[in-house]
């Protein structure tokens, strides 16, 4: 979803007259902390659908501590309103994954919404990395998964709150890098 948001960002900047050079010139602190971060989840990811099973009681721990790290480069350049927005969706996911033994809740009816009885049956198996099916137990559950963007969207996604916030301020913040830029060189 964050693809989503970056991409209709740069499209609305550039629309609004902004150039993507301008995006280079983004002055944020902790660059190679957030795409660690990413990178992390990413890898994890790979190396678990790859066959590398025994990584996955890892994952609760993990998980978790990446939240922790994008908190930090938030809080490393919390002079930008936008980076403060994601901020606001960081910490939403991380208190509902935190709250949650380390994996986000995903509302059983967003699953068979998009997914269908078969991703409802490997979601019942555990299988997911940093995911886990609602419950009564689930605390923060309004803070979970449970929103759906189903076809024609291009790509049928289940997103939390945290997950909005996030991509406004990414979205935002494009636009500012794209149009800034531009702003500083017009002629007086």
Same mark, same amino acid.
């Given at each position: 979803m964050l693809l989503d948001f970056f991409l209709l960002g740069m499209l609305v900047g550039?629309?609004?007259g902004g150039r993507l050079r301008h995006l280079a010139s983004l $002055?944020?602190?902790?660059?190679?902390?957030?795409? !660690? *971060?990413?990178g992390l989840q990413a890898a994890f990811s790979l190396a678990?659908?790859? %066959?590398?099973?025994?990584?996955?009681?890892?994952?609760?721990?993990l998980y978790?501590?990446?939240?922790?790290v994008l908190l930090a480069a938030v809080w490393m350049n919390r002079e930008k309103v936008e980076l403060l927005v994601m901020g606001?969706?960081?910490?939403?996911?991380?208190? !509902?994954? *935190?709250?949650?033994? %380390?994996?986000m809740p995903v509302a059983r009816e967003a699953v068979v919404r998009l997914g269908g009885p078969a991703a409802l049956r490997r979601m019942e198996a555990g299988g997911d990395l940093f995911h886990q099916l609602a419950d009564s137990s689930t605390r923060l559950a309004f803070l979970g998964d449970w929103m759906t963007l189903?076809?024609?969207?291009?790509? *049928?996604?289940?997103?939390?709150?945290? $997950?909005?916030?996030?991509?406004?301020?990414?979205f935002l913040l494009i636009q500012r890098a794209m149009l800034d830029g531009s702003q500083d060189r017009r002629p007086a």
């Open positions: 550039w629309l609004r $002055d944020l602190r902790w660059i190679p902390a957030i795409l !660690a *971060a990413f678990v659908r790859w %066959g590398w099973t025994e990584l996955l009681p890892y994952a609760p721990y978790p501590l990446t939240f922790v606001a969706g960081v910490l939403a996911n991380f208190l !509902a994954i *935190a709250a949650n033994g %380390g994996k189903p076809p024609p969207y291009p790509r *049928a996604v289940i997103f939390s709150i945290g $997950d909005v916030l996030i991509g406004v301020g990414l």
